[in-house]
């Protein structure tokens, strides 16, 4: 698909993962390391000497030793820029600007030429020279305050994630860009910001006080708390599960299966299996009654978990269509027939010793992902393989990057949402099939404008929708499926994130589909994939979170796993939708050919594990849930500061950090004492020096401290809430929140691209549809349909 671009990749840890979903679409990637190698090589954990973050992300790509703080470094580092399509880089704004990577300079040697930069908070604004790690970044992004025990500090998940949720936007950003440059001939600069492709984790939580909504979500341990606690994670014998057990229509068939089978073995009575209590919860939290019942149905379901395995629960649960999943570690993931089943894992020989690594994110059937090697050694790069793809002359075209893309969208809840928004962000034509008999269920979750509890007010619906045209169409009844067919004649492409089996018994199944449209390109993204021994596993995303060992790595070691928080595989699966769509363009670009996609949610997740997965395979080593601690660095933590359930993440990057914070803090005894000398020492000790420091920080005003910490070169951020977002100055400089129109809410405040194209940025027109609002304008305007042909349909009760 990407066989002919090239890639130099100068990222580090920071970036590396863009670079690795690049090589798997084929494109020829070439790592420039700096002399001495890449610090990715000697980041934790290691087999033997080898640095497993570098053997999990440097797959596929070749290496180039360049110093390019010397002219002949420079010199060289320049004839290759005239050569290739992209620069990937992930250096401190003064740090590009010091090794001329500025894009004006580059884009003089090669105007064709894409550079991506992936930065904590962007390029500019008054945190963009902030030393940032990913604890501080996840502090800054809203997600972290949402994971976690109510009484202990939020917490992040151990194998770090904000760098892989900024490395996967700027794949998808990347070629975005590369499509604009296929009308105009031109690059451009694509900046991505840590902080904001990290937000997509918070899954809109935080977009209440903007939206004059007074619901504010926080954590709660194993699930969520607001004006409601709601329970996520549940204990049994050997373990924990999650239980999708939830407020709003949507949850009352799958919440009465569960509760039956309590009623069934004597948990609970027949007449509490067969209330709603999908509507019940809801009118709780909207009258404000107390939660009490709630919580006593609560006991009664873990008095259930607790008598049995996870392994009973989740085969017992899936043959009753109940929303639950065990949460699994690395060592049990691994052993998943569910994966095995679908051939997922790529065995290959590394650091001397066979290991299991993830396969391919995406089934293409005609441009399967490239199967990659190992990681390279240094300097093995001699000269490009690729013929170099010819460059468009520019044009001069203003047009947006995905202007012209006609899609048809049956995507529903959140993951597919999030990424047919962003191709509308970018200039497609989305055309968002709804039904009013099945309500989506983010059309009832909130926080809602004003708090008015209606579907049209909910603003994740608006957010993760805005841009697009929303009809109601009933695809089982024979009017409305030939209105379905004349769509998918119109479009381009087809996304779905059903069941496998729903769009079969629509028979709108991919090849009825291409046989109205040969050249379509139809995405389906579910749980677990369209083929294998799990997939009409029905659920949400933190099912796929659970299983996929996102549970068993957040937390603390002596609780329940705490997190992330809500559907956590369904803020990172829209990046690998939106990479494996654009690379599906240009294979059809050059062939014709459209594709049936196939995207398992799980799957794609289980790639930003790779370095735990190789540390199980290498080490035999499982990696624990670790609170906020790191593997390298120490002090790195979240200490309690002045205030009401607030709090300040702050991190010792190296010795020098170490001492600085002594001088702050007034550490003379430890600064002086040898034992605290080095990271690896001060870990030996690390429950004290917590307690000293967070001695130091709980009577501090958090603003007060970061700024000192920030003024002596230390990572620090508040772990900001949804009301800390909102007033957050680079956030704010970054236009992150902006204001659209609905067309009966009026104002609502979505979030704004996360990433930023300098030449074709994103325009968000409106805020997500309401139910049916643009049925007219759909058959008349894009179908072509005439007024008597429409009044047919209404007529025929096709349109819902």
Known sequence: MLSNYRVLDLTDERGIFCGYLLAHLGAEVV??????????????PFKDKAGLWWEAYARGKRSLELDLTTETGQHDFDALVKEVDFVIESFSPAERADLALDYPRLSLINPALILVSITAFGQTGPKADWPATDLTVWAASGAQALAGDADRAPVRTSVPQTYMHAAADAAGAALIALQARHKTGLGQHVDISAQCSSAQAALSAFLGPANNSELIIEREAGGLAGAFPIQMTWPCSNGYVAITFLFGPAFTEPNKRLLRWLAEDGYCSKQTAEEDWGIKIAAMIATGEPPEPYFELCKQIQAFTLERTKEAL???GLARGIYIAPTLDVENLLKEKHFHSRDYWQKLNMVAAEARVPGAFAKMPKSPLKRLGVAPQ???FQSFSSVLGSK?????????PLAGLKVLDFMWVIAGPIFTRLLTDYGATVVRVESSVRLDPVRAAPPFVNDEQLISHGTCFSNFNAGKLGVTIDPSNPVGREVILDLVKWADVVTESFSPKAMRAWGLDYDTLRSVNPDLIMLS???MGQTGERSMIPGYGNMAAAITGFYELTG???RSPAGPYLAYTDGVAPRFMLASLMAALEHRRNTGEGQHIDISQAEAAIHLLAPAILDYELNEHVWPRMGNRDLECCPHGVFQVSGDDRWVALVCQSDQDWQALCELGGFDDLREDPSFKTAPQRKLRED????????????QDEDDLVTSLISAGIAAHVVQKARDCMDDPQLKHRSHFITTTHSTVGDVVVENSRFRLSKTPAVIERAGPDMGEHNVEVLTEILGYDMDKVADIFASLTME
Request: charged content about 30%; aromatic content about 6%; glycine content about 8%.
């Open 556 to 558: 603390w070691q002596d």
């Open 31 to 44: 790592a420039i390391e700096p002399p001495g190698g890449s610090s990715t090589r000697r980041k934790a």
């Open 314 to 316: 989740f085969e017992e």
């Open 688 to 699: 004290e020096l917590e307690m000293r420091i967070s001695d130091w920080t709980g009577a």
């Open 525 to 527: 993204s579910c749980l």
């Open 378 to 380: 240094l300097n093995d």
């Open 392 to 400: 468009i002359e520019p044009t001069g075209c203003s047009q947006r």
